[in-house]
């Protein structure tokens, strides 16, 4: 079946930059999406690309695609404490066809 | 903003009980879905709605079932709970099931079945 891997932990030091890389199976995906999941919480989209792009950014974040390698990765500048959660990486072309990763977890040292 | 509840945070029940999940919506979304996340497998669609009494399943519903008589309410039902059923429960709701339709998920629910 579809598949999306990603790594399972990542550490990095407060004001780095952090990067959740992600590699997908589905080439039909249209969308790919990148989840927060706060401890205690359910997960909260934080942004989405659509598969015609290889790069959007929203301010401390930015999404990188390479199509052709099925590869997705999420940068966050300046990471700070706040920051410190799962994150899924998860692509789909309907709402109901959503494949998710395993999710990363995000830990920030001082 | 769009709100998703659902009932219990953590619950503990037998091998064997009939439980119920519920989860409701504030924003008269059409779309609700049940998954189970599970360390290391991420999430998977168990069942969703995309209108009143009306019901899909998703990747794994074998020992589920689901109701929805009313639009905010999605309930997910596990008739004979088994220990490999411990897991999260998320709840998700969206307006549209496009997929760039944004799904907003409830807190969850810690189910462990002893």
């Known amino acids: 079946g579809e598949d999306v891997e990603q790594s399972l932990f990542l550490s990095v030091r407060e004001g780095d930059s952090s990067v959740i890389n992600c590699t997908y199976t589905?080439?039909?995906?249209?969308?790919l999406y990148w989840y927060k999941q706060e401890p205690g919480a359910g997960l909260q989209l934080l942004t989405y690309?659509?598969?015609?792009?290889d790069m959007k950014q929203d301010q401390r974040l930015t999404v990188l695609l390479n199509k052709k390698d099925k590869h997705l990765s999420l940068r966050i500048a300046d990471t700070q404490t706040g920051d410190s959660a799962i994150y899924f990486c998860a692509v789909g072309s309907s709402a109901s066809k959503i494949i998710f990763g395993s999710g990363t977890r995000l830990s920030i040292r001082p | 903003d769009v709100k998703v509840t659902q009932s219990s945070r953590y619950l503990v029940k037998r091998t064997g009980e009939k439980v119920f999940l519920e989860c409701v919506q504030d924003m008269d979304h059409e779309n609700m879905f049940w998954y189970r996340q599970d360390p290391g497998l991420g999430l998977r669609l168990i069942y969703f709605?995309?209108?009143?009494?009306?019901?899909e399943k998703g990747d794994i519903p074998e020992g589920y079932s689901v109701s929805r008589e009313k639009k905010e309410r999605f309930s997910l039902i596990l008739e004979s709970a088994s220990t490999n059923q411990t897991s999260m429960y998320l709840c998700a709701s969206s307006l549209r099931l496009a997929a760039q339709e944004t799904q907003y998920f409830g807190p969850g629910t810690r189910l462990l079945v002893l």
């Open positions: 690309i659509f598969s015609n792009m």
């Open positions: 589905d080439s039909s995906s249209t969308y």
């Open positions: 709605s995309y209108d009143v009494k009306m019901k």
